[in-house]
């Protein structure tokens, strides 16, 4: 029989590929996913008739113009974004001072009460992950998301996007 010893070496290679490839693997299921306007599912808040028949839900604005939105300089829209991220218009996507901070201040209150999700994370995660539940795992998905869509997007398609996902009430 041919007999092959394998050096600690070689091991560290071959594990090092499976590694990468794992990454590259979950990395491309990741952006497969985002393309030009996701499906719209529905909200969970409904309002139903007394024959139980929807109303409306908390996406019944999704994808149709709001007058308000055509003017991106609005003080309101503004004060959103300071809000919601700061710096918004300076990072790719990912805004890692806003993440460190929060990490920060969640490790101090020993729970949390800050979270570290930029404009761009929030517009992934209510497009194409409204139904997933808060893990590292999902803020991972919810940052390669972030990072992609900011290549292929400018900020103004993704705030516009965003503002119009999110829920301000009836």
Same mark, same amino acid.
């Given at each position: 029989?041919?007999?092959?010893?394998?050096?600690?070496?070689?091991?560290?290679?071959?594990?090092?590929?499976?590694?990468?490839?794992?990454?590259?693997?979950?990395?491309?299921?990741?952006?497969?996913?985002?393309?030009?306007?996701?499906?719209?599912?529905?909200?969970?808040?409904?309002?139903?008739?007394?024959?139980?028949?929807?109303?409306?839900?908390?996406?019944?604005?999704?994808?149709?113009? =709001?007058?308000? &939105?055509? %003017?991106?300089?609005?003080? *309101?829209?503004?004060?959103?974004? $300071? +809000?919601?991220?700061?710096?918004?218009?300076?990072?790719?996507?990912?805004?890692?001072?806003?993440?460190?901070?929060?990490?920060?201040?969640?490790?101090?209150?020993?729970?949390?009460?800050?979270?570290?999700?930029?404009?761009?994370?929030?517009?992934?995660?209510?497009?194409?992950?409204?139904?997933?539940?808060?893990?590292?795992?999902?803020?991972?998905?919810?940052?390669?998301?972030?990072?992609? =869509?900011?290549? &292929?997007? %400018?900020?103004?398609?993704? *705030?516009?996007?965003?503002?119009? $996902? +999110?829920?301000?009430?009836?």
């Amino acid at each position: 029989f041919f007999v092959y010893t394998f050096s600690m070496k070689k091991i560290i290679w071959i594990l090092g590929i499976i590694a990468l490839s794992s990454i590259l693997i979950f990395i491309f299921d990741c952006i497969q996913h985002i393309d030009w306007i996701p499906i719209k599912p529905y909200g969970n808040i409904l309002l139903k008739d007394s024959k139980w028949r929807i109303l409306t839900d908390k996406w019944t604005s999704w994808g149709y113009w =709001i007058p308000w &939105i055509d %003017t991106l300089k609005d003080p *309101l829209i503004q004060d959103i974004v $300071s +809000i919601e991220d700061a710096r918004f218009y300076t990072h790719h996507g990912i805004d890692i001072y806003g993440k460190l901070g929060s990490i920060w201040q969640n490790i101090r209150a020993g729970w949390i009460v800050r979270g570290g999700s930029t404009i761009t994370e929030q517009y992934i995660k209510n497009a194409y992950y409204p139904e997933s539940r808060r893990t590292v795992l999902q803020k991972i998905r919810e940052a390669i998301g972030a990072l992609y =869509i900011e290549q &292929i997007r %400018t900020k103004e398609e993704i *705030l516009t996007w965003y503002l119009e $996902s +999110i829920y301000f009430g009836n």
